[in-house]
């Protein structure tokens, strides 16, 4: 759903943040099983060798590469190093399972490194770049918005928890998307009480997203065609109260007016 924007930035973020050494880069010619292909290697060249990869835009190979630096010289700083290279590529290559389980692996053997923030944020990217429409199971979305909490949490000075606190306004505004679609699909096939559990799912746990104006009008809605005018009233004030020029509170009070006059003003 979410569009990939954040990526030139994100790659900055990882040089700076890694702090990699500039190195002398090898010949890299030939082709993707070549390169990966068990050679031993001094772990200088085969990291500058991932590096370079990176750079041209292949970064599938690269984590493989990246890969290769800790199997070949799972003991060295670099190892460390290219754990975090291999999840950064793996990402940029939208292999998304693949970059989770690599920051992971990370954060396994180095919880208390000075690049774990930016580990746990990039766990956090994978989610979010995976999030689907509404029409979907929104399993992912939910881990997503998760581990944006986890950062902003554990790292809430941080550029990482800045933007996790943004992204987490956005995914928590499609996760009320969903309840909303789900509402009035119940509306429609006349299942009002249903649709009421799900509307007030968003007044109650969205109610800082741009569905909430929405939600209320539903509500308002629903409770009229289960014959609850004074519940319909009480919603309609709601949304006159918190948006008073809203479409949907113009909609809102023309509706108790039609169906539910005599609860109009008291």
């Not at 835009?57 to 984590?63: E, F, I, R, Y």
């Not at 630096?69 to 003991?75: I, L, N």
């Not at 919880?111 to 029409?135: C, F, M, T």
Request: include cysteine.
């Amino acid at each position: 759903m979410f569009a990939k924007a954040r990526l030139p930035r994100l790659r900055a973020i990882a040089v700076s943040a890694l702090a990699t050494a500039t190195l002398a880069a090898c010949s890299t010619g030939g082709g993707g099983e070549r390169d990966t292909a068990y050679v031993a290697r001094d772990v200088e060249t085969l990291y500058a060798s991932a590096k370079d990869r990176l750079d041209r835009g292949n970064a599938k190979l690269a984590a493989a590469l990246f890969d290769e630096v800790e199997r070949q010289h799972p003991y060295s700083p670099w190892a460390r190093r290219a754990q975090l290279m291999s999840a950064f590529s793996y990402y940029v290559s939208r292999d998304y399972t693949k970059a989770i389980q690599s920051a992971q692996r990370f954060l396994s053997i180095h919880p208390g490194n000075k690049d774990a923030p930016y580990a746990y944020y990039l766990i956090a990217l994978s989610y979010y770049e995976q999030i689907s429409d509404v029409q979907r199971d929104q399993k992912v979305t939910e881990q997503a918005l998760t581990a944006l909490r986890e950062v902003d949490r554990r790292f809430p000075q941080t550029e990482y928890a800045a933007d996790a606190r943004l992204k987490m306004d956005l995914v928590n505004d499609h996760l009320a998307g969903k309840e909303m679609e789900i509402g009035r699909f119940y509306q429609r096939t006349a299942k009002w009480a249903a649709a009421v559990i799900r509307f007030q799912n968003v007044v109650d746990d969205y109610q800082t997203t741009s569905h909430a104006p929405e939600a209320l009008y539903r509500l308002t809605e629903s409770n009229l065609a289960l014959g609850i005018p004074t519940e319909a009233k009480k919603y309609a004030a709601v949304l006159g109260a918190n948006y008073p020029g809203s479409e949907w509170y113009e909609k809102a009070y023309e509706l108790i007016g039609d169906h539910a006059p005599t609860q109009l003003g008291g």
